[in-house]
Nanobody, 117 residues
Framework: QVQLVESGGGLVQAGGSLRLSCAASGSIFRLSDMGWYRQAPGNERELVARINNGGSTNYADSVKGRFAISRDNAKNTVYLQMNSLKPEDTGVYYC???????????WGQGTQVAVSS
């Protein structure tokens, strides 16, 4: 059974930093694509960043240059380093996994990030 457990959310002032972590279990992590999505109140869930099983990354335009996604296959963990945070980065951040080769998708329970102005 696949399980994704996020941690690292919290309240931070604008301009500050946070690091999110997502520990995965129950799948072959190193073969999986991983990512982070977020959902602000009243908005749809949107992509923040993805990293594929080869290490290639892509980011939402709104976070380019401020956020960095990385993975540690030895620890079955994906990270999101968030710098220069803005109030519009506020939302629930969800970890996402797409397994190989069946392309099953899984979500974590979410972690709250709040950025005050």
């Amino acid at each position: 059974q696949v399980q994704l457990v996020e941690s690292g959310g919290g309240l931070v002032q604008a301009g500050g930093s946070l690091r999110l972590s997502c520990a995965a279990s129950g799948s072959i992590f190193r073969l999986s694509d991983m990512g982070w999505y977020r959902q602000a109140p009243g908005n749809e869930r949107e992509l923040v960043a993805r990293i594929n099983n080869g290490g290639s990354t892509n980011y939402a335009d709104s976070v380019k240059g401020r956020f960095a996604i990385s993975r540690d296959n030895a620890k079955n963990t994906v990270y999101l380093q968030m710098n220069s945070l803005k109030p519009e980065d506020t939302g629930v951040y969800y970890c996402w996994q797409r397994t190989f080769p069946m392309n099953y998708q899984y979500w974590g329970q979410g972690t709250q990030v709040a950025v005050s102005s």
